[in-house]
T-cell receptor, first 113, second 115 residues
Framework: AQTVTQSQPEMSVQEAETVTLSCTYD???????LFWYKQPPSRQMILVIR??????QNATENRFSVNFQKAAKSFSLKISDSQLGDAAMYFC??????????FGKGTRLHILP | SAVISQKPSRDICQRGTSLTIQCQVD?????MFWYRQQPGQSLTLIAT?????????ESGFVIDKFPISRPNLTFSTLTVSNMSPEDSSIYLC????????????FGPGTRLLVL
């Protein structure tokens, strides 16, 4: 069965610094999709970044980038120049086509002013 | 991305009552999804709703407890029936992105507290 593991329940980073959130997953599939979602206190789930497993190039979205290591089944999220608005719960997620999304347990990120 | 709204945004209910949550999307979508997020937990899929057919429920969720309607391609409802304090959660609906169907966008959620 596919699983998604986020080993860091909480993390803190100084404003303007860089932080990396870890995510590993377990699958026997070769074609799948990976996501990072952000859930601020407002509770809305916001898509931060998506990665297609068949693409070797790491996805980037402004200050957010991923380090996708397919062989190691690792999908970490790097946030550069951290801002107060980045404070949120971050969920790593996995999906194969036509199947449900599997979420990790989340990492709560605190931004220290 | 799709614009998704949910009503109510929050509610406090008495045990034994039922609450219907509405989800409205600004564009036609084939599949809509309902999730539950218990306090401090991750998201759990309740069911998948296709227009014109019965919803497909995940293990541990039954239609009698969580009836779902999907009358058209932009709207769905989830009812939480005969509520107990254990039903206190955030309930979120989501839809597949038109351009990337493996990607889901989420509504703002409904925070439910059952006393």
């Amino acid at each position: 069965a596919q699983t998604v593991t986020q080993s860091q329940p909480e993390m803190s980073v100084q404003e303007a610094e860089t932080v990396t959130l870890s995510c590993t997953y377990d699958t026997s599939e070769s074609d799948y999709y990976l996501f990072w979602y952000k859930q601020p206190p407002s509770r809305q789930m916001i898509l931060v970044i998506r990665q297609e497993a068949y693409k070797q190039q790491n996805a980037t979205e402004n200050r957010f980038s991923v380090n996708f290591q397919k062989a190691a089944k690792s999908f970490s999220l790097k946030i550069s120049d951290s801002q107060l608005g980045d404070a949120a719960m971050y969920f790593c997620a996995y999906r194969i086509r036509d199947d449900k999304i599997i979420f990790g347990k989340g990492t709560r990120l605190h931004i220290l002013p | 991305s799709a614009v998704i709204s949910q009503k109510p945004s929050r509610d406090i209910c008495q045990r034994g009552t039922s609450l219907t949550i509405q989800c409205q999307v600004d564009s036609q979508v084939t599949m809509m999804f309902w999730y539950r997020q218990q306090p401090g937990q991750s998201l759990t899929l309740i069911a998948t709703a296709n227009q014109g057919s019965e919803a497909t429920y995940e293990s541990g969720f039954v239609i009698d407890k969580f009836p779902i309607s999907r009358p058209n391609l932009t709207f769905s409802t989830l009812t939480v029936s005969n509520m107990s304090p254990e039903d206190s959660s955030i309930y979120l609906c989501s839809v597949e992105a038109r351009e990337y169907q493996e990607t889901q966008y989420f509504g703002p959620g409904t925070r439910l507290l059952v006393l």
